[in-house]
């Protein structure tokens, strides 16, 4: 029984209420009285002064307010327009980014506790940008402070797995839409490498670089050009559509790079360029049904920075991860980083491959979940629950799970399984720790060692200590802003 | 209640059955007496010789000879591999064209018992082929007899709606490469032409009839060379995918389009043609998200005609619309017609339509449902239900009603929202007339005039008739082949 039926159950009536020691409740039921067992788990992990905060922040005046703050935060968000408008080079559009800056997913790391992927990424980074000549060589210099790291999150940039951007390398560019103060707003995020061994997972292999120096010299010109050709593509109507067939958006992206494919296509045609050229760029991307993934993170990304900033609320704007850290943000409180060490994902591995060789849970791709879709958009994506041996239904019932951790849904999104019921958004911190229910996070595993790639795919949650410390700031920032008890 | 519940309560026990005269119920339930209300509708149509031959062609030795029969028509079907191999001109690719034969959709119709829509197709033909100069002329040389007509079905193809298909026209190649018998067996059918004023909506204004020359001219010896290029596309798995992306492959096939899209647009760039005219096919393409259709019919008449000629099994291979009779054929009398009258579809209309605009059902793509998708996948595709005002549960309902008509599930369809089960294949006649349940068809609606065009689309069953017929026509030809009582 979950903490509902407990509370249903309270106020029924009731002879004994026994918690705790297993054996008195076996002997209660050798008596033959009817028992019955309850799942209960203590909200805020059941520490008192968790409790007396969580009060606060949700009954009177101040939850009121806070209700009304996030209420506000989630209407910016859902009035976000992100479209993809161009691509650029990292140097030259990404704000704040210079020579000697790498970027990567998750919260602030440094080199010595950095994972494994993200070193590999590394090393290929430095290779890529002529930093180094040898894998030892990118290490030493890296060890040695030679690039500073600093997290895409801080850049208005997100990176899948482990997120490596370096200054040359091609940018999505994506702009939000919408009318009003965050009109012309923009994020990033790199092209999607493919499959198989790819710096993201942490390869540096001469085939992965090779790759990478096609992408900035062939590939992102190309698409620039088709897509000044165009005009700008809507990703959020895009995501609507794909979200209608099949993907969730994050882990399942197939139709969402079909119908990118389709809208790009006409314009790369007719792009001056080698005829040959034209075919390997379409190619490259119909080889790849994840292309459309660092498209949908920008545009969440995009979405989450419009709920950025509004005083009070508990919205979660970033969950990210860099292979050691899970680091979470809240609207009220933007760029401060609760973080907690990087959890196992619970998934199935590709043949060969086994939990020893997991690395844990990377990637600035939950960005996906925190807008709205994803794991929480799981009910559209049944083929995905396969991954983890999971049925329809189950899908189903992840997607109302999350709705109740969430504010509210967004109506754009809308999954057919579901009756045209919005996918669940903007989770709510307090009924995060209110429901003792975490959210569910789509991710790919990496190998724990460099140069590997990925083994498998599964389903992770944050720490709790992430959600547990933004409480207390949330507790704090509130009685800064509202004294009154 | 329906029947199944019927039979239910009849092995139960029971005080008085009653059927018939409202007023005698009314009255016992005025005593207080329990009463249950049945809506009981008895089999065959209720007519006593039917029920007869009902009890022979599905009871003892016959019966398990039928079953047996139906289990091999359907493992044929199963093991069709429909490919789309090429494209040609119908005069030199389709068998037994010939200049003065127009192939049109359904069983067999002449001039004078001809549906708007299908005469405006007819008009749009003659000019098309410069047999006419205007359509008055036309017009005048259809009904002196000037062409002949014949059903697209006895040529191996098949056509949306009016399903013209006139000697000069381009049509695909579909070739069956399953290992057997039939491998090499070829399917055809025309271009999707888009949407709006179009041929197989009865229109034949001059910018119809000169897309039809632009896709004669340029669109089809494009994907010609380009699938000559690239090699054969497996139908059955591409729709497969489409059919776990929201596409029930008969109203909805944006998935499908999408993927075929992906799969030519590499080779088609590579083609030696004039840049300009190879982005005029992809957006041509591109524009229209029912492309895909006029491939999932001739796979479909591809997979049935596998099935065709098995004695006494009474498996529909056929069910095909003229827009004036719904026809009918199953697989033990391959060839044979059992026809009644098109019925009026059930559903929404567009804007400025209605009910008295519509024609009643035409085309040939039933032949989708014949072949267990389209109404039978509906929840494949939950949006689909949102035209005729459904639900996605009456969406798995549809589906679920379809099984019991079916002799089985095809494994390589399977629905997400289903848990992955098939979609229901090889509609039985016997189970049909049994349990008083008709094909449920996804289909447009054409406006009734000649040259107006879709005015709507929702749902649509075949005329009772068409299985009575089929009934009869089986009984007779099993007891030639099975003459012990």
Request: aromatic share 6%; net charge neutral; glycine share 12%.
């Amino acid at each position: 029984m979950t903490n509902d039926s407990a509370r249903a159950l309270l106020r029924g009536p009731l002879d004994v209420l026994h918690a705790g020691i297993d054996e008195v409740i076996r002997g209660a039921e050798a008596t033959g009285v009817p028992v019955e067992r309850l799942d209960f788990a203590p909200p805020c992990g059941g520490d008192p002064a968790r409790i007396r905060m969580l009060r606060r922040l949700t009954g009177g005046a101040l939850g009121a307010a806070i209700d009304r703050a996030n209420a506000e935060a989630l209407e910016r968000l859902l009035a976000s327009r992100p479209h993809l408008v161009g691509v650029g080079v990292a140097r030259d559009v990404v704000p704040g980014m210079r020579d000697g800056l790498f970027l990567h997913a998750g919260p602030p790391v440094d080199w010595d506790r950095m994972s494994g992927p993200l070193r590999g990424a590394v090393i290929g980074g430095l290779l890529l940008e002529g930093l180094a000549g040898t894998p030892e060589q990118a290490e030493t210099l890296a060890a040695a402070g030679a690039v500073r790291f600093e997290p895409c999150h801080h850049h208005d940039a997100v990176g899948p797995m482990a997120g490596l951007i370096t200054p040359s390398m091609p940018v999505w560019i994506v702009e939000d839409r919408a009318d009003g103060p965050r009109r012309g707003a923009r994020t990033f995020c790199t092209l999607n490498e493919g499959l198989g061994k790819v710096l993201r997972y942490g390869a540096y292999a001469p085939e992965v670089l090779e790759r990478l120096r096609w992408m900035a010299a062939e590939l992102a010109p190309a698409l620039g050009e088709a897509l000044a050709a165009r005009g700008p593509i809507d990703l959020k109507l895009l995501l609507a559509q794909a979200l209608q067939m099949g993907d969730e958006g994050h882990n399942r992206n197939r139709a969402g790079t079909s119908l990118l494919f389709r809208q790009l296509a006409p314009a790369l045609v007719r792009l001056p360029r080698e005829r040959e050229a034209i075919a390997k760029v379409l190619s490259f991307i119909d080889a790849n049904d994840h292309f459309f993934l660092n498209l949908t993170m920008p545009a969440a990304k995009c979405m989450l920075q419009a709920a950025e900033g509004v005083p009070l609320a508990s919205l979660v704007t970033v969950m990210a991860r860099n292979g050691t850290d899970f680091g979470l943000q809240v609207a009220a409180l933007p760029g401060r980083w609760f973080t907690g060490p990087a959890q196992r994902v619970r998934g199935l591995y590709f043949p060969g491959f086994g939990e020893a060789d997991a690395n844990p849970d990377i990637g600035d791709s939950a960005i996906t979940e925190t807008a709205g879709f994803g794991g929480f958009a799981m009910s559209a994506a049944p083929a995905i629950v396969q991954f983890v041996g999971g049925s329809a239904e189950e899908a189903l019932a992840t997607t109302r799970r999350m709705r109740r951790i969430t504010t509210g849904a967004n109506p754009a999104w809308a999954v057919p399984a579901l009756d045209f019921a919005g996918t669940p958004t903007g989770i709510d911190v307090r009924r995060v720790e209110e429901l003792n229910l975490l959210p569910v996070i789509n991710t790919g595993i990496a190998h724990k060692d460099p140069g590997v790639g990925q083994v498998g795919a599964g389903l992770v949650s944050p720490p709790w200590t992430c959600f547990h410390q933004a409480l207390e700031a949330l507790h704090a920032h509130a009685r800064e802003r509202f004294p009154q008890p």
